[in-house]
């Protein structure tokens, strides 16, 4: 699997994950402002007619990008899928607050959907399929069944690092030293 580079702008921002073809892309177009942390890839191009020597591009796992598209404007960066979830909530349920595989998990709406409940990172916790069941259309304390933790939506580094499943250590030690001390991902 192709190891994937992260995208910062020059405020050292993270945009996003790209992949070689994009990050190749950036450097050819000389907005590459400086780069570091470990080498995640190689490129190899062609051979130079002069020296007969092979170009080599060591890309490091971070990329600082200079280019006004980009600046980071959306510091409330956070798409919300199941994976992502149950990662932020450790595979932990909220109820009983045991320890689960993700195909043993369900999203759950502490306030019930049909109670006007959003599916949102603030109203959404992973719970086991007995509790979920147990809890039903109740809210937690109708339910007699109290929150171990609280739903939050994640902050922009949390979600990159929930987001990416190849993360090399010297991209997570970066976005965890930016993550909020109240993150579960500390944990």
Known sequence: ?????LAVDRAYTPDRWIGAAEALNLFSRGIVQTSFGDVAMTLRGGMNAKTGKQSILE????????SKSHVVTDF????????RLFKRDLHICAYCGERFSHDKL???HVTPDAQGGAYSWENLVSACHPCNQRKGCRTPEQAGMPLLYLPYRP???ESL???SRNILASQADFLLARV????RLHS
């Open 59 to 66: 890309v490091h796992s971070i990329l600082v990008v200079d």
């Open 180 to 183: 909020p001390k109240h993150s």
């Open 155 to 157: 902050s922009r580094f």
């Open 1 to 5: 699997m192709e190891p994937r580079i």
């Open 161 to 163: 690092i929930l987001e």
């Open 106 to 108: 369900e999203a759950e």
């Open 76 to 83: 409330n960066y956070a798409p919300l899928d199941r994976r």
